[in-house]
Each structure stands twice: as C-alpha cells, then as structure tokens.
C-alpha cells in the first residue's frame, strides 16, 4: 500500500453518498425557490411599472439581474439608418379653431366706459358754442377680472336710557340691542366664509392647506 493511500470504509462510503445526495436535494429545492422568487419579483415589476406585455428579460436578464432599464439598449437596431427631417413623419391633425372674442365674452356682463370730456373742453375754441355728443366709437376691449373680496363686519350692540324715567327717579331705563350670534364661538368665520371654504374643498378640490 502506498504512502498517500487513502482508505474509506464501507461504511464511510454510504455516508459521504448519503450527504452527497442530501446536498443534491438541497440545492434542487433552493434553484426552485429562486425561480419561484424570480417570478414574484417579475409580477411586482410588471404590476408597477406596466410592463405586463413586454418580454422577461427587459425586467430580469439571467433570471438574477434587474433589467428594467436596458430595454432601448436592448431593442435598439445598431445597423439602422439615422432618422432625418425627410424620414420622420409626423401624423397629421386637424386643429381646432380658436374662438373669437365675441364668442369668448358672449356670457360676460359689458360695462361701458365713456371717454367724456371736461365741461371746461365743451366749449368750442372757434365760436364759443358748447359741444353736444353726436356718437361713440368702439376703441378697445378688455377682461377685466376682480379677484374675490374679504372684510370684516364689525357688530355694535347699541344702548338707550330713558331720559323720562331719568327725570322722573333719577334712575335711567336702560335697554341694549342684541348682535346676531356667532356662527362659531371665538371664531371670525360667517356663513359666507364657511361657505366659501366648503366650496373650495369639496367643488373646487382646493386642500385646507392651500386655502389658508
């Protein structure tokens, strides 16, 4: 027998073959658990960023790596032409015409303002006569847009005294009014404000925060 013999039992043999098949199972198991993991991360992917109908591999190259941001360089024709100005096409579209002015303040109120002048300037400098308007002319138009309006009402209770009954007891009748009550206790707001801010939140879709 020689010096760097090696001797194994029988019993030895089984049981490095009984590790040896163990391990084999082991790693079948752990190769399916990466795949089935493989294919969740798959369905996560394709349910956040819609690419439900687009291939593997834009999502998992070699079923361990992400992929989700090669898809140009993956597709891309490296032999293709470069596109020019007479190459690309562009669909055509029919564009809708602009409305005019009188259809875009056909429901807007009209105030007209009168460039009049001076009861000095009605005076004619050549006879002394006065000027008489004989007609307008349309110069201009313009929107005009006042933006929403905030004040503050403030309510006085008013007080009377009887001066009679003053004269009479030398003690004054006094009577106070009574202020409507407050929609809120120690709160500015009224029922116009209240108002106001329900519509902005819940018609309007403005946030609490923003209206502040």
Known sequence: MGK????????ELEELKKVAHDLAEENAQLRQKLERMNELLLNAQRARFGQSSER?????????????????????????VEPTESTIVIPEHTRKAKRTVDELTASLPVKEV??????DELICDKCGGK????????VSRRLEVIPRQCYV??????SYACKSCETKTGYANIVTTVTPPMLMKHSLA?????ANVMTQKYVDGLPLARQE
Do not use: P, R, W
Request: proline residues 0%; charged residues 20%.
């Open 131 to 138: 000027y008489e308007m004989i007609g307008k002319k349309l």
């Open 4 to 11: 760097n013999t090696v001797v194994i039992d029988k019993n």
């Open 190 to 194: 009224s029922a116009s404000t209240v």
């Open 114 to 119: 009168l460039i009049t002048l001076s009861d």
């Open 56 to 80: 593997t591999k834009y999502v998992m190259q070699g079923g361990t790596q992400l992929g989700l941001f090669n898809e140009a360089e993956a597709e891309q024709d490296h032999k293709a």
């Open 153 to 158: 009402v403030e309510y006085y209770s008013c």
